[in-house]
């Protein structure tokens, strides 16, 4: 759980509440590799951020793999103040991912995207081990929690 912030165009920002909802919750989660009760939360509640405001008028319909296939105002294309920072909670947690993927930071443009995940070792390009890039490299997932459903949304993203 927490502030949503978004990389875009070689920065952080955050999202404003407007049109905020728990369908774009549930495509945060998604996109972050949680399941859960996904819970859209307005109103800076994890406290407001600090630069730009990158992205407004997010409207998911739920089913989409990232923010980034939401319909939504153009980059940078804001009229709000960071009172009304985004946030969304993903609770309860299955999984224990890369800690620092937990802080519902959201890849949009790197040689590889933040969060991008791959299969390893298989005998086969649609079987292995789940490595996920983050900060310049692959790291493993621990498989505690681990069910059908994670395994799913790593086939989505692949």
Do not use: M
Not at 3 to 28: F, L, M, P, S
Not at 106 to 117: K, R
């Amino acid at each position: 759980e927490g502030r949503v912030e978004v990389y875009h165009d070689g920065k952080w920002g955050t999202i404003c509440d407007d049109q905020w909802d728990d369908r774009d919750a549930e495509v945060v989660c998604r996109q972050l590799g949680l399941s859960g009760n996904p819970k859209a939360l307005s109103w800076a509640h994890y406290g407001q951020g600090s630069g730009p405001i990158l992205l407004d008028e997010v409207e998911c319909s739920g089913n989409e793999l990232s923010l980034d296939q939401c319909k939504k105002s153009d980059w940078g294309q804001q009229n709000c103040d960071h009172i009304e920072d985004a946030g969304v909670s993903c609770d309860p947690f299955t999984g224990c991912f890369l800690s620092p993927l937990l802080s519902a930071e959201l890849p949009f443009s790197h040689p590889f995207a933040e969060g991008t995940v791959r299969l390893a070792g298989g005998h086969s390009p649609s079987e292995g081990r789940v490595e996920v890039y983050y900060n310049g490299d692959w790291g493993t997932i621990c498989d505690d929690g681990w069910t059908d459903l994670n395994a799913q949304v790593v086939c989505r993203q692949l």
